[in-house]
RNA sequence: GGCCCAUUCGUCUAUCGGUUAGGACGUCAGAUUUUCAUUCUGAAAAGAGGAGUUCGACUCUCCUAUGGGCUACCA
């Protein structure tokens, strides 16, 4: 009989989210999901010296965010707890006893000063063992007197361990490499080695999912749980998100985590759904999944063993996507959410704004650069009237704009439709075509390249009165200059 | 240095011995268009190198190169 399927997301709280993490809490999440299990969040805060406050809440925050709701954890409970590491101190010091005590394990009293004489020639240090042979009365002796001690690892140093993992397969590493880890520390806290194993199995989880810099240390983590006499869970070790082909994602170089991206403007749902495709590959050509897409299209077998360099461009693209299948009021209100729409000056229907914005962004931080030309206006270059692909010129601009605001200003219907046709007829009129007219419209009324509507559009946006003031305003100074 | 892992278009990837090596993003070129964008069509673009195994290797084995990871009382 198979047991329940339980995954878990621990992470450490000292700082906010990367995108790795996330990638590796999705797919444990997914997995859970697909195979109808747990999905459990641990706080592992065991290195007391790199703890950062509100860490947890930004864990909480973002999970919630990312819709990966976890049936088990701090905040919610559940049959295995306490779910945060600080809160189960007594029962890894009770664990590392009984491997103690049957010499799986053994104190260690060495002082800094000699581990570092245990340095070799290429800076690598090796711990001799050398606790291992204390006599039981030299022991009781050291922690009599109250000597600091840690408890190590006593690793066999014959042999090989053999493990399987579900991305890369079997992998064998000769004992002689593995080393008596620390297992718990000086502080009585356990180590992360010892505190995963000892959690792991105590709360049932029976698929680890965890970055690839395990996998030197996994068959450690094996024998703790052979010495135990414990089922060892399968492992689901993930490859790397790059920054580029050298450099891992990491949250020193700045960027990378998925708070920034949502203040950039990606939606969660985008961000998700990009960060499961890096390393991941659902078989099919659909590249656009919704979560619960995910859990269905979810398999181990689509994990590719190599790192992917996460490419922002593309994420872009897909964020795009989501964007365009937003109701214009849906965008709207986004949009507001953000600081995005902070500096846009309130004279513009800023609705319609969002509207015409829709398909023309794909980050909703592409606001202010797609809206600049509402509030900065005057002093534009008169040169972005030459315009070859609509035959379009200065010289034509200046003889044509009197005709425009001759012709929109006793317009009673300031819609898109009448602005048109008006400036369709006008252009006929002068036998010019619509693509000159409208290019000088726009650029008279705007004073940029590029804006989030053709010609009319912009008027109706700007409002009759500012938009007849730009007008004359832009005629002004091609006449002066 | 030792050990572990990886290596297909610029990027994400498909191919699990026989394919014109496919798709997506990006790029470029066309078309549509009320600018820009969208949309559509098309193009350029890849098996790190070398030995094997095999009738036949991107695919299997070995070597080399390159990159990453581990080698902490960090996780």
């Not at 650069?369 to 030459?386: E, P």
Request: overall charge negative; charged content about 25%.
């Amino acid at each position: 009989m198979t047991r329940t399927v339980r995954t878990r997301f621990a992470p450490s709280p000292t700082g906010f989210m990367h995108i790795g993490n996330l990638r590796t809490a999705l797919y444990a999440y997914l997995f859970a999901r697909k195979n109808h299990g747990q999905f459990i969040l641990r706080i592992e805060d065991t290195d007391r010296e790199r703890l950062v406050e509100n860490a947890v809440e930004a864990i909480y925050a973002t999970l919630n965010l990312a819709g990966l709701r976890h049936d088990e954890g701090p905040d919610v409970g559940g049959c295995c707890g306490p779910y945060t590491q600080s809160e189960r101190k007594h029962i890894y010091a009770k664990y590392a006893q009984e491997l103690v005590s049957a010499s799986h394990a053994y104190y260690c009293f060495c002082t800094k000063e000699r581990l570092d004489t245990l340095t070799d020639e290429t800076g690598n240090r090796r711990y001799d063992k050398h606790c291992l042979h204390l006599s039981r009365e030299e022991v009781a002796e050291k922690l009599a007197s109250g000597a600091p001690w840690v408890i190590r690892q006593n690793v066999p140093q014959e042999g090989v361990t053999t493990f399987s993992d579900m991305v890369y397969g079997e992998i064998s590493v000769e004992n002689r490499e593995l080393h008596d880890n620390v297992l718990l520390k000086s502080d009585g806290f356990p180590t992360y080695n010892f505190a995963n194993v000892v959690d792991d199995h105590l709360m049932e989880i029976t698929h680890v999912f965890r970055g690839m810099e395990y996998l030197s240390s996994t068959p450690n983590y094996n024998m703790l749980y052979e010495a135990f006499g414990w089922e060892i869970p399968r492992y689901v070790h993930l490859p790397h998100i790059m920054k580029d082909k050298q450099h891992k994602l990491s949250k020193r170089h700045g960027d990378a985590n998925f708070e920034d991206f949502i203040a950039k403007g990606f939606l969660p749902e985008a961000i998700l759904n990009y960060v499961a495709l890096l390393g991941w590959n659902p078989k099919t050509e659909v590249e656009k999944f919704s979560l619960q897409e995910l859990v269905e299209a979810f398999d181990v077998s689509g994990i590719s063993k190599s790192s992917a360099v996460f490419d922002e461009v593309k994420l872009r693209w897909l964020n795009a996507q989501y964007l365009k299948e937003l109701s214009p009021q849906q965008l709207h209100a986004h949009a507001l959410a953000t600081p995005h729409y902070g500096a846009i000056s309130t004279s513009v229907n800023l609705p319609l704004l969002s509207e015409l914005l829709r398909p023309r962004i794909s980050a909703l931080s592409d606001i202010p650069d797609a809206a600049k030309f509402i509030d900065s206006f005057d002093g534009y270059s008169l040169s972005l009237f030459d315009h070859a692909g609509s035959k379009s010129s200065v010289q034509l601009a200046k003889e044509t704009l009197p005709a425009v605001i001759a012709a929109l200003e006793p317009l009673a219907d300031w819609s898109n439709d009448a602005l048109f046709a008006a400036l369709e007829q006008l252009a006929a009129q002068r036998d010019l075509k619509k693509k000159q007219l409208l290019w000088i419209v726009r650029i008279a009324v705007t004073g940029h390249l590029s804006t989030p509507g053709g010609a009319s559009e912009m008027c109706v946006l700007l409002g009759k009165e500012q938009a007849i003031e730009r007008m004359k305003l832009s005629l002004e100074r091609m006449v002066n200059g």
